[in-house]
T-cell receptor, first 116, second 118 residues
Framework: AQTVTQSQPEMSVQEAETVTLSCTYD???????LFWYKQPPSRQMILVIR??????QNATENRFSVNFQKAAKSFSLKISDSQLGDTAMYFC?????????????FGTGTRLQVTL | GAVVSQHPSWVICKSGTSVKIECRSL??????MFWYRQFPKQSLMLMAT?????????EQGVEKDKFLINHASLTLSTLTVTSAHPEDSSFYIC??????????????FGPGTRLTVL
């Protein structure tokens, strides 16, 4: 069974600073996809970034980047130049195939508070 | 692109009544849609996987007769909570996955529906 672990229930960062959210996962699969989703107070789940396991290059999306360590099964999210609008719950998620039976496995989430 | 809508955004109903929630993919075709339930300050719990034109696959512990799912087209899935009771009060979220393409592994989420059963 696949598991996703987010060991930081809550984090706080000052505006304009950088913060890293950790995520580890466990799987015996070799080809899979990893995601970070953001859930702000509105509760709309928003895709932040996506990483394909077969790609060695770390994904980046503007201020968001990941540090993907396949051997260590680690997938951390770095937010640079934090903004107040980054305040949200962040979920790490994993999917190991794209067949009709595949489904996302979520971590328990990290609540990020960006302060002035 | 990749927008998913949900309707209604919130609903209050009396105990014993049924409530239908719609999930639509607005700008892409989704062969597979997913229904989640989220309790306050918790992660998403998958309830069922809905495949267009076939029966939904329910997760263990989810009552299929209570949570009826229909996926009649490539852009619409519905969740009907039958004979709702206060313990069914929750936040329900749907997601959709593109039928094909480079992002067919990615799920896009609707804005959620808050159900309150009195």
């Amino acid at each position: 069974a696949q598991t996703v672990t987010q060991s930081q229930p809550e984090m706080s960062v000052q505006e304009a600073e950088t913060v890293t959210l950790s995520c580890t996962y466990d799987t015996s699969e070799s080809n899979y996809y990893l995601f970070w989703y953001k859930q702000p107070p509105s509760r709309q789940m928003i895709l932040v970034i996506r990483q394909e396991a077969y790609k060695q290059q770390n994904a980046t999306e503007n201020r968001f980047s990941v540090n993907f360590q396949k051997a260590a099964k680690s997938f951390s999210l770095k937010i640079s130049d934090s903004q107040l609008g980054d305040t949200a719950m962040y979920f790490c998620a994993f999917i190991f195939n794209t067949g009709t039976a595949s489904k996302l496995t979520f971590g328990t989430g990290t609540r990020l508070q960006v302060t002035l | 692109g990749a927008v998913v809508s949900q309707h209604p955004s919130w609903v209050i109903c009396k105990s014993g009544t049924s409530v239908k929630i719609e999930c639509r993919s607005l700008d892409f075709q989704a062969t597979t849609m997913f229904w989640y339930r989220q309790f306050p300050k918790q992660s998403l719990m998958l309830m069922a996987t809905s495949n267009e034109g076939s029966k939904a696959t329910y997760e263990q512990g989810v009552e299929k007769d209570k949570f009826l799912i229909n996926h009649a087209s490539l852009t619409l899935s519905t969740l009907t909570v039958t004979s709702a009771h206060p313990e069914d009060s929750s936040f329900y979220i749907c997601s959709a996955r593109e039928a094909s393409g480079i992002s067919s592994d990615t799920q896009y989420f609707g804005p959620g529906t808050r159900l309150t059963v009195l």
